[in-house]
């Protein structure tokens, strides 16, 4: 039987934008950018990690609200809307590890646990965990928690990798920049499953962005290149702003388009 609504319908209707080499690179920036970002709030403006992570976490209330609300897909909507729960999540993960005592390995295993059963009882009321068809309602609530928990578990597997098992940033960007080349040839090469591969990239990609930042912004007895997290935060904005602003113009673009048929 044929479906009740066509390409076009479905394409105005998604909440999230097409993958495509720009998504990633935005992914990855505000990845950067939520990693950078949290230890300025921390470290530069001595907001402390418990009332940065409060603050944060009103901040990001608001922002998904407005994503919520949205009718369609809005670019500068949805990328703010990663880049705060980017922020939160980096926060989340070290709130348990600073603030608590959780160890790294607890927090990594938790946050998969967390992840599974997140895309466990997705698919049992959608049947589906593509996000080519991420409408109003219940699945894009679904989908929200699993970005959240992408953002948690990224954070927790990066620290893991890069400070626990003393690795250093440089060498943990490159281990999991070869892990994402992986499942870039296994999905390309082999057609192992979309879904599947674009989820696991999701996550690679979290604490890959935020080894790249640790390492740009970080001191040299740290392992970094002493660029700062200042710095490294505004050029990874303005490049993020820059995208989601050509994101935005193509959006209308296609719209106008699509009104004119």
């Not at 935060?233 to 935005?248: D, H, K, M, N, R």
Request: aromatic fraction near 12%; glycine fraction near 8%; proline fraction near 2%.
């Amino acid at each position: 039987m044929a479906s009740s609504i066509n390409p076009r319908q479905t394409r105005l209707l998604n909440k999230v934008p097409a993958v495509t080499l720009i998504f990633w690179i935005i992914k990855i920036l505000s990845t950067t950018t939520g990693e950078t970002g949290a230890d300025f709030l921390i470290f530069k403006l001595h907001f402390g990690l418990p009332l940065t992570s409060l603050i944060m976490g009103v901040v990001l209330v608001a922002v998904l609200t407005l994503q919520l609300r949205t009718e369609r897909y809005v670019p500068w909507v949805y990328w703010l809307t990663v880049v705060q729960v980017s922020i939160f999540g980096t926060l989340l993960t070290d709130s348990l590890v600073d603030t608590y005592g959780v160890a790294l390995t607890t927090t990594t295993a938790v946050f998969s646990v967390l992840l599974g059963l997140t895309f466990i009882a997705w698919y049992a009321q959608e049947k589906t965990l593509s996000i080519q068809s991420i409408y109003r309602g219940k699945r894009e609530y679904f989908y929200w928690t699993a970005i959240l928990m992408t953002f948690a578990l990224g954070t927790a597997a990066g620290d893991l990798v890069s400070e626990q098992m003393r690795l250093g940033y440089a060498v943990s960007a490159i281990i999991f920049a070869l892990c994402i080349g992986a499942v870039a040839i296994a999905h390309y090469l082999f057609r192992l499953n979309a879904v599947t591969t674009f989820w696991i990239a999701y996550v690679l990609t979290r604490p890959f962005g935020a080894s790249v930042g640790d390492w740009l912004s970080h001191s040299l007895h740290k392992g970094g290149l002493g660029l700062g997290t200042v710095a490294t935060s505004e050029v990874f904005a303005v490049i993020i702003v820059a995208l989601v602003g050509y994101l935005t113009l193509r959006e209308r673009r296609l719209s106008a388009a699509s009104n004119n048929v």
